[in-house]
């Protein structure tokens, strides 16, 4: 009897969390239900009570039973479809990709909070702060290093794709919304994230969402 | 494996990995790094580029941040999850879900392992975190979160840390079965020695 998964998800426009797994199981030819709730004006979902314990996007549900935040769910489906490689094959880089997820999943709260996903909306500029500076440049770090010592089957951060991509996916939207200025490899990076037809794909119904949540829109009124 | 530390009675993530080792009985030299002072954060980058403590060694692998730590530890020892796929996967959502929340909690009640802060803290947002822990912890199969310690106990334990300095009244039998743990009470012991004392995390005197 094969698993049934639904994917409980926010507004494509907005919602980075919610797009960290989506792009992984898209990307990875996982089949999913895509279960999708609107935000209101306080970025909290409608409807969210009936599937999610901790009241949040996403939220897996693997046979009815709820897996809810990104990296669970990430960590989960990779231990699920081990033929899929979500992470790396080998040890180190293996490591090394758990550690830059778990540094996006609990950190650049100063990019998050000034430079919030905003797929269809471009405000070249705006959101530079010194500390978000300093979070752009901690992930330029990243990228470069990434792409340096792991990078060689391809053209994305562990070569070929990965959990960390997708993790590292709502930035490089960020950095088309904002008009960030990258150094050539993450620039190069980006380009290949951004070709992802996973990726692809949510922005194309991001971009077609009409919805407008005052609480992710710092830089605009309705 | 040498794993890199901050000050005990401070540093909540390093609690996490440095607890979760110590109950598995893994030998490790433990390195403290006293945070905030001049020197600090060069010692730290030496380490790790997140610049950020905990960060394990393990030989020339470097493994950073408190959550990818015990997932690393986890694949050569896989006891730190519950062996149940579906109570390993709510885990690892509890456990995720420290990992990128309760910031008010964070913020308001910071660790402070030798000190006793009873009633402060208790913001409304605050006390919405703590309703939450409650209701987590109530599911607990006892005595920790899913029966036998588990990587999701290692990431609250600094939470029942807090709870005791504050002192939040929440699931006492999980309270005691965590404060009980040697690993624990050395982790407290070696707070009550350190002569730092860190104005930022010294919120209410």
């Known amino acids: ?94 490591a090394t990709a758990r550690s830059i997820c778990a540094e996006m999943h609990s950190g650049f709260q100063a990019l998050r909070s000034s430079m919030n996903m ?74 290949a994230v951004l070709s992802l037809g996973a990726v692809r794909e949510w922005m194309e119904a991001a971009r077609r969402e009409t919805e407008f949540v005052a609480a992710d829109e710092p830089y605009a009124s309705r | ?18 607890i979760a080792m110590k109950v598995l009985g893994l030998p ?15 010692e730290i980058l030496s380490f790790s580029p997140a610049g950020k403590v905990p960060v394990l060694q393990d030989g020339s692998t470097v493994v950073w941040d408190s959550l990818a730590i015990l997932e690393y530890l986890a694949e050569r020892h896989p006891q730190l999850w519950p062996a149940d796929a579906a109570d390993r996967a709510t885990a690892r959502a509890v456990s995720a879900e420290m990992h990128s929340g309760f910031a008010n909690l964070r913020q308001h009640m910071s660790m402070n392992v030798r000190k006793r802060y009873p009633g402060k803290g208790r913001t409304p947002e605050v006390l919405a975190e703590i309703a939450r822990i409650d209701a987590i912890w109530a599911a607990a199969r006892g005595p920790f979160l899913f029966g036998s ?36 009470k050395d982790w407290m012991a070696a707070a009550e020695t350190e002569a730092e004392s860190l104005a930022q995390f010294e919120l209410y005197g």
């Open chain 1, 1 to 94: 009897m094969s698993t049934s998964l639904r994917l409980v998800i926010g507004n494509k426009n907005y919602s980075s969390w919610s797009m960290r797994p989506w792009v992984l199981a898209r990307q990875a030819g996982i089949a999913f239900e895509e279960v999708q709730l609107k935000f209101d004006d306080a970025g909290r979902p409608r409807g969210i009570e009936s599937y999610g314990v901790a009241g949040r996007v996403p939220v897996l549900l693997i046979d009815g039973n709820p897996v809810w935040d990104s990296l669970a769910i990430c960590e989960t489906l990779a231990e699920r479809f081990p033929e899929k490689q979500l992470w790396p094959a080998d040890r180190l880089a293996r």
């Open chain 1, 118 to 191: 905003n797929i269809r909306s471009r405000h070249p500029g705006k959101g530079r702060t010194p500390e978000s500076l300093r979070d752009i440049e901690r992930i330029v770090a990243i990228w470069t290093s990434c792409r340096e010592r792991f990078g060689a089957g391809g053209p994305l951060l562990f070569g070929r794709f990965t959990i960390a991509d997708a993790y590292y996916a709502p930035v490089v939207t960020r950095f088309q919304s904002y008009a960030v200025s990258l150094p050539a490899t993450a620039h190069a990076y980006c380009d």
């Open chain 2, 1 to 18: 494996m040498l794993l890199v530390i901050g000050n005990k009675n401070y540093s909540s993530w390093s609690l996490r990995p440095w």
């Open chain 2, 28 to 42: 490790f030299t433990e390195k403290r790094i006293a945070l905030y002072r001049p020197g600090s954060k060069e």
């Open chain 2, 149 to 184: 310690f588990s990587a999701a106990d290692a990431m609250y334990a600094p939470v029942v840390l807090r709870f005791r300095t504050y002192d939040v009244d929440v699931c006492p039998a999980y309270m005691k079965a965590m404060l009980a743990l040697p690993a624990m």
